[in-house]
C-alpha cells in the first residue's frame, strides 16, 4: 500500500496551490483521506478531510479556502487550496483509515500515509 503526494511548491500569498495523493495498492474505495500538515516546531494537524461516503471536514483556520475532493475510480484525493497565507507554509501529508466505511473528522484514525509534500506561501 502506497500513498504518494504531490503538487506542493511555492507560491505567493494570495496565490493557489492543487495537491494531489494517489493511493495504490489497494482500492481506497470504502476508506477517509486526510490531508495533513506540519510547520516546523508545531504539531502535525488534520486540515481536511473527506469520508467514503464525501463527507467533509475542514480545520477552521482553512474553511472557506481549501476544498477536499476525491476520485475514487482513480484512487486519488485532492486538496485544492485557494487565498493562500504564509501561516499555511508546512509540509502537507495524505492519509488514509482502514476502510471500515469510517466517518470523517480528527477522531479517524489513519494508518497508510505517504511521504509529505513541502508547501510554502511567500508574503
Known amino acids: 500500500v502506497q500513498l504518494q503526494a504531490f503538487g506542493g511548491g511555492l507560491v505567493q500569498a494570495g496565490g493557489s496551490l492543487r495537491l494531489s495523493c494517489a493511493a495504490s495498492?489497494?482500492?481506497?474505495?470504502?476508506?477517509?483521506m486526510g490531508w495533513f500538515r506540519q510547520a516546523p516546531g508545531k504539531e502535525r494537524e488534520l486540515v481536511a478531510a473527506i469520508s467514503w461516503s464525501y463527507s467533509t471536514y475542514y480545520a477552521d483556520s482553512v474553511k472557506g479556502r481549501f476544498t477536499v475532493s476525491r476520485d475514487s475510480a482513480k484512487n486519488t484525493v485532492y486538496l485544492q487550496m485557494n487565498s493562500l497565507k504564509p501561516e499555511d507554509t508546512a509540509v502537507y501529508y495524505c492519509?488514509?483509515?482502514?476502510?471500515?466505511?469510517?466517518?470523517?473528522?480528527?477522531?479517524?484514525?489513519?494508518?497508510?500515509w505517504g511521504q509529505g509534500t513541502q508547501v510554502t506561501v511567500s508574503s
Open positions: 495498492g489497494r482500492s481506497f474505495s470504502t476508506s477517509g
Open positions: 492519509a488514509a483509515d482502514r476502510g471500515l466505511l469510517s466517518g470523517v473528522g480528527p477522531e479517524v484514525e489513519y494508518v497508510y
